[in-house]
C-alpha cells in the first residue's frame, strides 16, 4: 500500500481575524470533500498581528492539534520575510501557500494539484483580473511592463506567491541566506518551468489592505533591484550622452559669441533650464543608486530572516526546521 501524500497549507498572516477562520474551513472541507486521498496540515504564521488574530489561531490549534500548527514572530518582521520564512515550515511532500486576507481562493487547490502530479515542481496562481481599484491596477500594470523592459531574466506576471511549492523546491528556499529575498525573483530563476492557475483576484476579506502606498512602493523597489543591473547601466549612459550634448552646446555658444560678438545676446532662461534638467536627472539616479545600496545593505546583513517567539503543536524534531 502506497503512503498517502501530504500537502502543507502554508498560511501567512496579519490582522486577519475576520477571514482566518472562514479560511481554515475552506481548506478543510477542500481535503474533506475533494481531496480525501491526501493528508494535510495548515501552518498559520503570524506576523505580530496587533488584533485578535493570533487568539483565534490558538483557538484552531487547540480545536483541531492534528492538522494545525501556529508560528508567531517575536515583531513585525513585514511581508518578504513572513512569506520565505513561512514557507521553510512546510515538512509535506508539497507546500501550498494562501495568504490569510482570502483574496486568493483555496478552493483552486484541486487544479494545483493536478498540475504538480503531472511533473511541475511549482504551479503558481496568476491573476487573470482583480476587483481592485482602477488606479492600482494601471500602476500595477505600468509596474509590469517597466519590470518586463529592464529585467534580466522573464519576471513572472500578476503573482503574489499564491502557489503549490514541491518539497524539492522548498530545499532550494533553505538553501537561500538573503535577509529578505524576493520570492518572484527566486521562482524565475531557479524554477523556470513552472505551471499556472488562473484565476481572479477577490477584495481582501480584512477591509483594507495592509499595503499602503509606501509599502506598495517598496515592494516594486524590492522587485526591481533583485531583478535587474539595466536601471544602473541606463544612468552611465545618459550621463555619457547628457556629457556629450552638454559639450556640444558649449562649442557651439562659443562658435557662434566669437562670430557675432554683439548681436548674439544669450538669455538665462535657456541656462536655467538646462541647469534644472541636469539637476532632475542626477538627483534620480542618486535616487535609484540608493535604492540598490539599500537593496545591497538589506541583503548583506547577517541578521535572522525572523525571529518566532512561540511555536504551536510542533513536535521536538519539527522545531529543529
Known sequence: MSRRKK?????????????????????????KNELVDYDYQMVFADDYSSDDT????????????????AVFNAANFGFSRNVFSSLQMADGDAAFLVFGDLQDPPELLTQFIEKWEAGKLVVIGQKSGS?????????????????GVFSDKTQIKHFNGFGLYDKKFI??????????????????????????VSYKQSISKRGKSNFNLYKNYD?????????????MRLST???????????????SVMIKKLMYWDS???????????????????????????????????????????????KINFNDKEEEI
Open 237 to 251: 549612459c545618459c550621463g555619457v550622452l547628457l556629457g556629450i550634448a552638454s559639450a556640444a552646446y558649449a562649442i
Open 264 to 310: 548674439y545676446p544669450f538669455g538665462m532662461a535657456s541656462i536655467t533650464v538646462g541647469i534644472f534638467f541636469l539637476g532632475a536627472m542626477q538627483l534620480f539616479f542618486i535616487g535609484i543608486l540608493g535604492e540598490y545600496m539599500l537593496s545591497i545593505n538589506t541583503k548583506t546583513l547577517k541578521r535572522p530572516r525572523v525571529v518566532i517567539a512561540e
Open 131 to 147: 476587483d481592485e481599484k482602477w488606479l492600482m491596477s494601471a500602476m500595477r500594470k505600468l509596474y509590469y511592463t517597466l519590470i
Open 54 to 69: 493570533r487568539k483565534i489561531i490558538r483557538e484552531i490549534c487547540e480545536k483541531d492539534p492534528e492538522h494545525v500548527k
Open 7 to 31: 500537502i502543507c497549507v502554508v498560511v501567512p498572516c496579519y490582522n486577519e481575524k475576520n477571514s482566518i477562520t472562514l479560511l481554515y474551513e475552506k481548506v478543510r472541507n477542500v481535503f
Open 219 to 231: 515592494f516594486a523597489m524590492e522587485g526591481i533591484t533583485s531583478s535587474t543591473k539595466k536601471l
Open 171 to 196: 530545499s532550494i528556499l533553505r538553501q537561500i541566506e538573503e535577509m529578505q529575498p524576493y520570492l518572484k525573483q527566486v521562482i524565475a530563476e531557479y524554477a523556470t518551468d513552472y505551471g499556472t
